[in-house]
């Protein structure tokens, strides 16, 4: 099939890649020119681990090209897929969809024969009814239909080529046929395929990301409870995921949940209900719950070096939200570091997807190329992302002062190993907080 992606970050780049990978002609188009440009290189202007491979296998085979010709790439496919960003509007809880109904216009400015448009942006429920009067007012050669996207950043070309389930939503019943026709070599290997209304798969979308925050926010919130009572987290996380009503996943307690996804989506969910007049306080408590754990794991800092942090140097290992992504969206180091660069502390950070341009501007926060500059006599290492490469450090071998200290985000040591190594040792919902 012939295929245009609108949009060439995380979801459309990857998706539009596997797509072509699967034996289809794909055009990513990008209003970005320099995305445009790495691209036709054959660099991935992402981190995303084995996708330049596939996008050199697949350019070089001529399934996938890249452009910014919007008019060309539109004119010379039969599907459409929006992939464009929908962040949060500043200073409210609603989504912006501009950038979803400007390409939306430029797709009925070019559109000459029949054309199927698909949202795999997160999207509202109700916008695919807006884009259906936009389109149709005009000229009715177009089926609107909502597929939503559920890969993760750092496993994206195995979710795309194994998903749980693909979510097509249409009022239209026939273009299902189509679209299990595109989706037919991952339903082969068992992806499930569920046909459902266009605002009903719009909704799944927010239902699945506000479940999934909530569940990390319900763990964070028992791992303080851990942290007073004396209890391991761990045991916690063990004993109730081990309950398969609940699951084992999203119960690992740590930073607050970041990245392009969780804390834009529980916001766009919350403001649609409000449209509707329904309070979904559940989801509304997560996200002043998950707000206020970036300030509680902020201010333990001062617990463990003092109230006045001056001249401290405190190194950290992994900025990014999540590890194998370069994604910083709504990462907890965008706060955490420039309150810290505030109070006079000198920051080191080392994270494999490289510098950062978001602390470009930050006092005293420097970038360090290896784990080993990176934490050079500090007073303090906060591991903040669990990178595979952080997992078998020798602190004592490479801090090389007998006062520095260890705050784990993420529980990726062992207190016991810490404890006979006579480190300083403290991380979460293990009782070292009281
Ligand atoms: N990132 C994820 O893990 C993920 C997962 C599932 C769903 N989603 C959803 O997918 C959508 C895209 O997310 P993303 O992370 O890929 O965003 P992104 O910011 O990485 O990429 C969006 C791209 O769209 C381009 N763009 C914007 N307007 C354009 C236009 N008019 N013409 C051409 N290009 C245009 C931008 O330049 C950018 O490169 C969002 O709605 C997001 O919620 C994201």
């Not at 970005?32 to 596939?54: A, Q, T, V």
């Not at 109700?126 to 909502?146: E, P």
């Not at 339903?187 to 719009?202: L, P, Q, V, W």
Request: net charge positive; proline share 3%; charged share 30%.
């Amino acid at each position: 099939m012939k295929l245009c992606m609108i949009g060439t970050g995380y979801v459309g780049l990857v998706s539009g890649t596997c797509f072509a990978d699967i034996g289809n002609q794909v055009i990513c188009v990008d209003k970005d020119l320099n995305k445009i440009k790495k691209l036709n290189m054959g660099i991935s202007p992402i981190y995303e681990p084995g996708l330049n491979e596939l996008i050199k296998k697949n350019f070089l085979a001529k399934r996938l090209s890249f452009t910014t010709d919007i008019k060309k790439a539109i004119e010379l496919s039969n599907i459409i897929f929006i992939c464009v960003g929908t962040p949060t509007q500043k200073g409210s809880l609603n989504v912006d969809l501009s950038f979803v109904y400007k390409c939306t216009k430029e797709i009925l400015k070019y559109t000459r024969n029949k054309k199927i448009i698909v949202t795999k942006s997160t999207v509202p429920i109700g916008t695919g009814d807006q884009i259906d009067k936009l389109v149709k007012k005009k000229r009715k050669l177009f089926t609107v239909i909502s597929n939503p996207e559920f890969l993760r950043e750092g496993e994206a070309i195995r979710d795309f080529r194994y998903p749980d389930r693909i979510v097509i939503g249409s009022n239209e019943k026939k273009v299902f046929n189509v679209m299990k026709k595109l989706y037919s070599p991952l339903i082969n290997k068992g992806a499930k395929f569920f046909t459902t209304s266009r605002k009903s798969a719009e909704l799944i979308k927010y239902a699945s990301n506000a479940f999934l925050a909530t569940k990390i926010t319900f763990i964070n919130e028992l791992a303080n409870l851990c942290e007073k009572s004396g209890i391991e987290v761990e045991d916690i996380s063990l004993g109730i995921g081990s309950d398969n009503r609940i699951g084992s996943r999203f119960l690992r307690a740590g930073p607050a949940y970041g990245g392009s996804c969780f804390p834009k989506d529980t916001k766009g969910l919350v403001s649609a209900a409000d449209k509707y007049k329904v309070n979904l306080s559940v989801v509304k408590s997560v996200i002043k719950s998950n707000n206020e754990r970036v300030n509680l794991l902020t201010q333990r800092i001062h617990k463990i070096l003092g109230t006045n942090l001056k001249n401290k140097k405190i190194s950290f290992l992994g900025v990014t939200f999540k590890p194998n992504t370069d994604d910083m969206r709504d990462s907890t180091s965008l706060r955490m570091i420039p309150y810290l660069s505030k109070k006079g502390v000198k920051i080191n950070y080392y994270d494999p997807s490289g510098k950062k341009e978001e602390f470009k501007n930050v006092k005293n926060c420097f970038f360090k190329p290896n784990i080993k500059k990176n934490c050079f006599n500090v007073d303090l290492v906060i591991l903040l992302t669990e990178w595979d490469e952080f997992k078998t450090i020798d602190f004592k071998k490479i801090v090389r002062n007998n006062k520095f200290k260890v705050y784990d985000l993420r529980n990726l040591y062992s207190a016991k190993d810490m404890k006979k190594k006579k480190i300083k040792y403290y991380s979460v919902g293990r009782p070292n907080f009281k």
